[in-house]
């Protein structure tokens, strides 16, 4: 349930306004609504976050570049942030005159699932705020098998920081 105010009179049961619903509940999780920072000078959009494009170029703001959380991607990923910086990263080299390739974001979320017993790996192309192509598997399909990945980011980590 999505933009509704909780009351929780007790443990077990949430009142939920508009429409003054009771549920019954062994667990309750609640999440805030995001907003982003919504920095003076730059365009954002109704929740604060900047807008930015295909190469990570904030809109409306020549020569201004912007990567993760406080942009309007749907998704909040330590990976995807990386990999926002690696390609505002290239394309801020390219407008600078260096022989780079500035390519547009092709999102890509890794992530390993703790079960208990042996780990599951994920991994899902992302188009927008939707996973185009997905799997799991036993074994990582990226390397090195870190939490973020992205392609100057994942390796600075596993050399210097134990992977973390």
């Known amino acids: 349930m999505t933009a509704a105010r909780c009351e929780v009179p007790d443990a077990k049961h949430v009142v939920i306004n ?33 807008p930015i494009d295909a190469h990570c170029a904030v809109l409306g703001a020549a020569g201004v570049f912007a ?12 990976g995807l942030a990386a990999q926002q910086a690696d390609t505002a990263a ?12 500035a390519r547009p974001l092709r999102p890509l979320i890794h992530g390993m699932l703790l079960t208990g017993a042996a780990p599951l790996y994920l991994s899902a192309t ?24 992205a392609r100057y980011l994942a390796p600075f980590l596993a050399e210097h920081a134990g992977g973390q």
């Open 67 to 78: 990567a993760g959380d406080a942009t309007d991607s749907p998704l909040k990923h330590g």
């Open 18 to 50: 508009p429409g003054d619903r009771a549920i019954e509940a062994d667990r309750i999780v609640s999440l805030p609504e995001l907003f982003g920072p919504a920095v003076r000078g730059l365009r954002s959009d109704e929740h604060g976050f900047i």
């Open 90 to 101: 290239a394309a801020i080299a390219a407008a600078a005159g260096l022989a780079v390739e």
């Open 126 to 149: 992302i188009s927008g705020d939707r996973a185009l192509h997905s799997e799991i598997s036993d074994a990582p399909s990226w390397s090195p098998p870190s939490k973020v990945t």
